[in-house]
């Protein structure tokens, strides 16, 4: 009786053991993600990003910032070449008004958002992400042609919505 | 016999079974598997439900923002707020404009963001400010150190800048205080306050982030004690002398507080943390401000407030209209405990009585507890730091004043961030609760020509020009007076106001809102009204509310457009009076004295130079006002570096 009681004890302990290891890291996931305003748009970027599945909250910042950055740099570059071929002097102010802001973005908030993160002053990286996400939003509202989307509206809405997702994350680490 | 081999699987075929035949042996192993099949399953589903476990948090509904394939028509992507972020109604506190049809969003130009500068206010040259750190007067000087970043007008490679003064106003730069030189301030030379000891000299304790980015406590002290500028700061070379203590993580520790003196001869400090979300204050006692004895309890802890930044600590007299150094205390004594939250970015203090003894504190009031109560300042107001000054027997209040533009405007203008005039700070004997700030005395040497107007009268719904030439450097002082009738006529009701879920000064009531528009285009499409808001309730009884209001304050889309303020307590017969300072980009204004204080940073496109006015308005439904005011043109405090000639001053 007792090896069986024994037995069943070491199995017990195996099984939600190994549920709770191999569970962990995607909870972790799931939980902070659940804490921003855009779940999926959270969790797909920070699973594909290998790092994720060692990362504590921290380190999931880091992942969504460096989202950012690339977003951004991609949509900086759809903005120059959309700038060589333009003719329409409403739309290349616009244009070049988006330089300014992925500028920032790229040189400004996302540098500082990373050291801060690493630096432990989350609240420099919730101010620098809200301004990302701000800068995405008035190179979005920039353009003229109103109720529709603009030639980058893709490129301006990942971007702010993961600034979004990354003040949310920021605002954890406070 | 006995089995010696208890874990091993039942199956082995050492060892005697007295139960007898192989069937037996059977029965458990089929139970075994059956058992460790349920686990699974149940391990399975639990790992399931936990992950699925509901939606909370009370963040916005996720079909309000859509995913990546959101309609066309969902063209306005959502303002990101600058305040907590989830959770935070947004719908009064829209950051950007509602109608910005075909405003460029970045319509900033050289001469915009130039005229932003101020003219009296502290602030370097250029690049990124935030903290003030340990003030002082010292040897005919008052010195001001600050967080700084040499490089960038960003937050990042912060280093200790200085300035001195003989009038708190008049500012000359001195070279660099502190840099990132050692293993144990190489991430970060942070804030820290002074303490002058009983001999007169001066030593500083500062939070340094070290190369591993923990955060530390460091001794520095002056080079040289005969130089009176205090130029070159030399750092203790057993430094740290304090590392995060057992229970407290690596990264919640800094901002060592000026020390006091127990009644043992003993310095203390508190240094503020967090246990989980509750905000605390822990105390350390020392003879040396080498080594430390951490106490056993804490100075206090308020739940819920989070990491309690830059603690101040300091006692305040009941009677007298003086400040007192940090040591004072007794029975006419209250002790103020002051902490900036790093939730929120506001900083809250509480009033209430100070137990040596033990190194603890409690408040008056606990409904206005640290972290839950009153503010220093409702509007952009951060990190604040007091220091005794002795030269004049007063208590001085320094406050770090942020940007609320966009950083791509403060890339353009290759600096961030201004501090406060200097405030004093006294018990407000009249209510009992309150703080009052004023604007140190020496500010008024600023003043230039002034102008008086008595007894305005301005109606229900009317704007009143005020002619007192440029309008950007003010020092204005009014008074108001509401129509009583009115005030008792006016029914009252339920509704439960605020500054900051209002409508601003379009919201009209039928006792406010009325003030002062500042910073104001002749054509009003820009203006920033400083204003008051009398609220009757349901019981006869007024509630007046002090308030600044963004909305409009520029028609650049991309600057905060919240409206800031909150109650004030107006006593039995007390005119409503305010003090407004204006100068470029920064407001700041005092309602009844300094009980309630508000800040606001501007960046109007068209209210800038000579094109800025000032007005008196009354957009009540009811009462009419009248106002009397002395406005004075403000000169510039002509802050520059410390000129290198010996005979200038």
Known sequence: MTKIISLFILEAVFCFTFFTVSYSDINLIQTTCKKTPFYDLCVLTLKSDPRSSTADVSGLARIVADSVKAKAIATLNQISALLNSVKDPTLEKALEGCIVSYNTIIQADIPVAIDAIEKNNPKFAVQSATDAGNEAQACENSFAEKPSNSPIFSGNKAVHDLSVVLQSIASLLL | ?649
């Open chain 2, 1 to 649: 016999m006995v089995d010696t081999r208890p874990f091993l699987p039942v199956s082995s075929h050492a060892g005697s079974d007295p139960t007898g035949p192989s069937e037996n042996r059977r029965k458990p192993m089929k139970l075994q598997l059956s058992i460790f099949f349920v686990l699974l399953t149940v391990g399975f589903f639990a790992a399931l439900l936990t992950s699925n476990n509901g939606s909370d948090n009370g963040f916005v509904k996720e079909n309000e923002h859509g995913s990546l394939a959101s309609p066309s028509s969902e063209k306005q992507l959502r303002p990101v707020s600058r305040g907590p972020a989830v959770g935070v109604s947004e719908k009064s506190n829209r950051l950007f404009a509602k109608d910005n049809e075909n405003q460029l969003a970045y319509p900033w130009n050289n001469s915009m963001l130039s005229w932003q500068r101020t003219a009296f206010h502290f602030q370097p040259e250029k690049n990124w400010m935030n903290d003030p750190n340990g003030p002082l007067f010292y040897k005919g000087w008052y010195h001001f150190f600050y967080q700084y970043n040499p490089h960038a007008a960003v937050w990042g490679d912060i280093v200790w800048g200085h300035a001195v003064s003989k009038d708190l106003i008049h500012w000359l730069h001195l070279p660099l205080a502190m840099v990132a030189d050692q293993w144990y301030d190489k991430n970060g030379v942070w804030t820290g306050s002074a303490t002058i000891l009983p001999d007169g000299k001066v030593v500083m304790l500062y939070t340094g982030s070290t190369t591993e980015n923990v955060q530390v406590q460091n001794l520095a002290y002056p080079a040289d004690h005969s130089d009176p500028l205090l130029i070159n700061w030399v750092k203790y070379s057993g430094n740290p002398v304090l590392v995060p203590p057992p229970g407290i993580l690596d990264k919640d520790f800094r901002d060592p507080t000026t020390a006091w003196l127990t009644s043992e001869g003993k310095w203390r400090i508190t240094i503020g943390s967090k246990i989980n979300k509750t905000g605390i204050a822990l105390v350390y006692d020392t003879k040396d401000f080498i080594n430390y004895e951490l106490l056993d309890g804490i100075l206090h802890a308020v739940p819920g407030t989070g990491m309690w930044e830059c603690v101040d600590f300091f006692p305040v007299s009941k009677t007298e209209e003086n400040g007192l150094d940090t040591s004072v205390n007794g029975p006419s004594v209250k002790h103020v405990v002051k902490a900036s939250l790093d939730d929120d970015r506001h900083d809250y203090y509480s009033i209430g009585t100070y137990h040596e003894k033990n190194g603890t504190w409690i408040p008056d009031e606990p409904k206005i507890d640290v972290g839950i109560g009153l503010r220093y300042d409702y509007g952009i107001y951060y990190a604040a730091k007091t220091f005794y000054d002795q030269n004049k027997n007063r208590r001085v209040l320094w406050g770090w004043i942020g940007e609320s533009d966009s950083e791509a405007a403060e890339m353009q203008k290759g600096w961030a961030s201004v501090q406060s005039i200097p405030r004093t700070i006294l018990f407000d004997k009249k209510t009992g609760t309150h703080l009052l700030q004023w604007p140190v005395e020496e500010i008024e040497s600023l003043r230039l020509k002034s102008y008086e107007f008595n007894q305005v009268k301005v109606q229900a719904g009317s704007v009143v020009p005020l002619d007192v030439g440029p309008a950007t450097q003010l020092d204005i002082i009014a008074e108001f007076e509401i129509d009583n009738e009115a005030l008792e006529k006016t029914t009252g009701s339920n509704v439960t106001f605020s500054c900051s879920s209002s409508g601003g000064t379009v919201e009209r009531g039928a006792l406010g809102p009325f003030g002062l528009l500042v910073l104001a285009d002749d054509s009003l499409s820009e203006q920033t009204p400083v204003y008051f808001y009398i609220a009757k309730g349901s019981d006869g009884k007024l509630k007046t509310f002090f308030c600044n209001d963004q909305s409009r304050s520029s028609v650049a889309s991309d600057v905060n457009k919240q409206i800031y303020g909150n109650l004030v307590p107006v006593l039995e017969g007390e005119k409503l009076s305010l003090r407004v300072l204006v100068d470029h980009s920064i407001v700041e204004s005092f309602a009844q004295g300094g009980r309630t204080v508000i800040t606001s940073r501007v960046y109007p496109t068209k209210a800038i130079y000579g094109a800025a006015k000032l007005f008196l308005f009354n957009n009540a439904t009811e009462a009419s006002v009248s106002a009397s005011l002395r406005i004075w043109q403000m000169n510039s405090a002509f802050i520059r570096p410390y000129p290198n000639d010996k005979e200038s001053q």
